[in-house]
T-cell receptor, first 116, second 115 residues
Framework: AQKVTQAQTEISVVEKEDVTLDCVYE???????LFWYKQPPSGELVFLIR??????QNEISGRYSWNFQKSTSSFNFTITASQVVDSAVYFC?????????????FGTGTRLTVIP | NAGVTQTPKFQVLKTGQSMTLQCAQD?????MSWYRQDPGMGLRLIHY???????DQGEVPNGYNVSRSTTEDFPLRLLSAAPSQTSVYFC??????????????FGPGTRLTVL
């Protein structure tokens, strides 16, 4: 069975602080894909990043960075120098490589509040 | 491209009423899915489709029907609304499942309240 755990329900930081959102996943499949989505207060879901299980390289995109570690089944997301606009709910999601299926298992989300 | 569109944005139903949530995409994506989002539970898959004429159940299909007569449209039908179906519903589409084509793009959501 597949499972995604985001143990941090809510996090508050002061603007310009760095913050890391944790994501731990479970799957027996050797081929799988991990995603992060952002849900701002307006409610839409915004795709942030996709990573496959064969690529453990960390990725940086501006103030965002992701650390993928298969040894600990984690795919953590760090925001550097946080800004008020980063306030949102962030979801980590997992897709396993099943032919004919293309569906995501979501974690319960982490609500990030950046205080000005 | 409008991407994935959903109508209505908000809806209030009485218990027992039926209705259809509309979803359309203009990206020629084969895969479409419906999720519901409930507080503290993330998003859960209701139904999905891998192409026109093909649908299958997800994690929480009871009380919902879907059909996929065209590539563009994937409506979700509530047969007899219940208060437990109060939720935010998201439709998503994706080009495929291989390689890097599996990123799902979500519609803006429909907030449904069943009284």
């Amino acid at each position: 069975a597949q499972k995604v755990t985001q143990a941090q329900t809510e996090i508050s930081v002061v603007e310009k602080e760095d913050v890391t959102l944790d994501c731990v996943y479970e799957t027996r499949d050797t081929t799988y894909y991990l995603f992060w989505y952002k849900q701002p207060p307006s409610g839409e879901l915004v795709f942030l990043i996709r990573r496959n299980s064969f690529d453990e390289q960390n990725e940086i995109s501006g103030r965002y960075s992701w650390n993928f570690q298969k040894s600990t089944s984690s795919f953590n997301f760090t925001i550097t120098a946080s800004q008020v606009v980063d306030s949102a709910v962030y979801f980590c999601a997992l897709r396993i490589d099943q032919t004919g299926a293309n569906n995501l298992f979501f974690g319960t989300g982490t609500r990030l509040t950046v205080i000005p | 491209n409008a991407g994935v569109t959903q109508t209505p944005k908000f809806q209030v139903l009485k218990t027992g009423q039926s209705m259809t949530l509309q979803c359309a995409q203009d990206m020629n994506h084969e895969y479409m899915s419906w999720y519901r989002q409930d507080p503290g539970m993330g998003l859960r898959l209701i139904h999905y489709s891998v192409g026109a004429g093909i649908t299958d159940q997800g994690e929480v299909p009871n009380g919902y029907n879907v059909s996929r007569s065209t590539t563009e449209d994937f409506p979700l039908r509530l047969l007899s609304a219940a208060p437990s179906q109060t939720s935010v519903y998201f439709c998503a589409s994706t080009q495929g499942w291989a390689g890097g084509t599996d990123t799902q793009y979500f519609g803006p959501g429909t907030r449904l309240t069943v009284l």
